[in-house]
Each structure stands twice: as structure tokens, then as C-alpha cells.
């Protein structure tokens, strides 16, 4: 069973930095495209950087320059370090993978989330 684990969120202050990370585990033939998304209380999730396999990566305007995704394919790991944080950052972060499996097909898998809170 494939599963995503995201670790490394908690409270920071205003201008502080934080690195996610998410681990993938089980079974699986290779990880192609990976990304973070968030969504802060009352309002819909958004993206806020993805990878794909090649290193190409793209990122929310709110976050450029201040946020960086990137991975580790031999640990089958993605981070997102993120610096310059900011209240408005607040929210759960989901990381989410592209993953083909040996039987076949490829599906998109999520993490359960982990909190990010930037408060003073």
C-alpha cells in the first residue's frame, strides 16, 4: 500500500523559516510529478508548488522567492522549505505524488496534512 507522510510543520514566528517534508513508502514502480498545496480555514485548498520528475518546478505567486520545493528521488522524498513565512501562510499543508504502480496505471496519492502556523 502506497502512503505519503508529511512531517516538520508547527508554530514559527512571522519572518521565521520552516522545512516540510513527505516521505513516500510501499510499493511502486516510480514517482513522477510531486506538489504542495495548502488550505487555510474557510477557504479552498490551492497549489502552492509542484515538481516534476525532471526538477522542472512551478510555484504560487504568493510564495515565489520565499518558498522552495524540491526532491530527493533515492529517499522518495519531496521537502518545501519555506522562509520569509508570513500569518498569511497559516494553514495545513498536503503534499501529493504521481505514482505508477508495478500493476500498471498511475494514480495521484495524498499525505494527511500537517499544520503550519505563523503567528507572534
Known amino acids: 500500500q502506497v502512503q505519503l507522510v508529511e512531517s516538520g510543520g508547527g508554530l514559527v514566528q512571522p519572518g521565521g523559516s520552516l522545512r516540510l517534508s513527505c516521505a513516500a513508502s510501499?510499493?511502486?514502480?516510480?514517482?513522477?510529478?510531486m506538489g504542495w498545496s495548502r488550505q487555510a480555514p474557510g477557504k479552498e485548498r490551492e497549489m502552492v508548488a509542484r515538481?516534476?520528475?525532471?526538477?522542472?518546478?512551478d510555484y504560487a505567486d504568493s510564495v515565489k522567492g520565499r518558498f522552495t520545493i524540491s526532491r530527493d528521488n533515492a529517499k522518495n522524498t519531496l521537502y518545501l522549505q519555506m522562509s520569509s513565512l508570513k500569518p498569511e501562510d497559516t494553514a495545513i499543508y498536503y503534499c501529493?505524488?504521481?505514482?505508477?504502480?508495478?500493476?500498471?496505471?498511475?494514480?495521484?496519492?495524498w499525505g494527511q496534512g500537517t499544520q503550519v502556523t505563523v503567528s507572534s
Open positions: 501529493n505524488a504521481y505514482i505508477r504502480r508495478f500493476a500498471g496505471g498511475e494514480y495521484d496519492y
Open positions: 510501499g510499493r511502486f514502480f516510480s514517482i513522477n510529478a
Open positions: 515538481i516534476r520528475s525532471g526538477g522542472d518546478t
